[in-house]
Each structure stands twice: as C-alpha cells, then as structure tokens.
C-alpha cells in the first residue's frame, strides 16, 4: 500500500469537504463489537505451519542483516506479519497460512517499517526494492 500525497486541486478538496464536519462523525455502525471478537478469534484460529513461521521470521533477519538498510524488522513486524498473513488465508477462505500469502502481504507490513541507509536511498533504492529483492532471494517453503 502506497499513498503518497494528494495531488494540491485533490488536498484543496479534502480541505472544503472537511471544514464543516469530519466524515467519520456521519458514520454508522456495519457490524457488531461482538463480530469484531468473533472475527479477530477466527483469525487467531488460522494456523501457521512452523516451517511458514521460520520463513516469516527468515524475511524479517534479512531486512535486519541487508547492507542497504539502517532498520530492519523488530519482532512486533514479524507478528504483525504473521497476523496479517492469518487474516488474508481467512478472507481467502483457508484454514491455514501459505508462503504465497506471506509474500503477498510483506510488503503492505513491513515496508514501511524499513528504513533504507542515506548512501542507498541516493542511489535510487527503496524499501519497496529492498523488500522485493528479500523476497525474491529467500525461497519459500514446500
């Protein structure tokens, strides 16, 4: 997931649009608190295989080990990975994680969470490449 900025007619938009009101203030409610638990039960439930787990884990020490990168993933991005990855195999109806999943989901986890040494990001590198290139490198489990 990359934003960005909005572009200034789209800012001098959002500006009017809020000047009276925010729109979260207009909103109602589409589930229950109830639902909510439910659901971040259901995702708990998903299970990561360990050989998955070691490869989340695997992505996270080569962002803490590249050369490009001053910080790499702590531990709490491996959860996250991890959580993340729990519920996309729950929204894609499956009882369990796979690596395509792990992959699908690193980079809206843990590329902002990357920040690329000043020498790298003035030769062009971004996390995003940085993050890409890992996954690319470290093979998945079978």
């Known amino acids: 997931l990359h934003v960005g900025y909005p572009t200034r007619e789209e800012e001098v938009r959002i500006l009017a649009a809020q000047a009276q009101a925010h729109p979260i ?6 589930i229950s608190d109830a639902e909510i638990m ?8 998903v299970h990561i295989n360990a050989d998955v787990a070691a490869y989340m ?3 996270s020490a080569a962002t803490r080990e ?4 001053r910080l790499g993933v702590s531990p ?15 929204l894609r109806g499956q009882s369990f994680v796979t690596p395509d999943i792990v992959k699908a989901m690193a ?3 843990l590329e902002h969470r990357l920040i690329v040494r000043p020498q790298a990001a003035a030769a ?9 290139e890992i996954l690319n ?3 998945p489990p079978v």
């Not at 203030?25 to 589409?30: H, N, Q, R, Y």
């Open 107 to 109: 980079g809206a986890i």
């Open 38 to 45: 439910a659901a971040r039960e259901a995702v708990k439930a």
């Open 25 to 30: 203030a207009g909103l109602t409610p589409v």
């Open 66 to 69: 590249h050369a490009d990168l």
């Open 124 to 132: 062009g590198r971004t996390a995003r490449d940085i993050l890409n």
């Open 76 to 90: 709490r991005g491996t959860l996250a990975l991890a959580r993340g990855s729990q519920g996309m195999a729950l």
């Open 57 to 59: 884990v695997g992505i």
């Open 137 to 139: 490198r470290l093979p």
